[in-house]
């Protein structure tokens, strides 16, 4: 899991994350090769660990999929004159 494996490289290593988390290093890394799935409460904890850091240039990239489009190229255009 991307948002785990940032909060790895935040905090310096597994094992801080592992305590961060309050699980065993052995699940830890279960959930880092993604042969399990964190809770809801573990991932609420990792994305909070990515905000308290202030290094949340480039989280959407690791939460979600990037969109399809270049985005505001692809947004309609009004315009906020009146037109007659």
Known sequence: MR????????LGNER?????LRISLPDLFMLLKGDEK????M????TDI??????????????APPL?????????RHSSKKQT
């Open 3 to 10: 948002v785990l494996q940032r909060c790895v490289e935040l």
């Open 16 to 20: 801080a994350l592992a305590r961060q």
């Open 38 to 41: 964190p809770t809801k409460q």
């Open 43 to 46: 991932f609420l904890e990792a």
């Open 50 to 63: 990515l905000m308290e850091r202030g290094n949340l240039a480039g989280l959407d990239e690791i939460v």
């Open 68 to 76: 399809e489009g270049n985005g505001a190229a692809d947004a309609p």
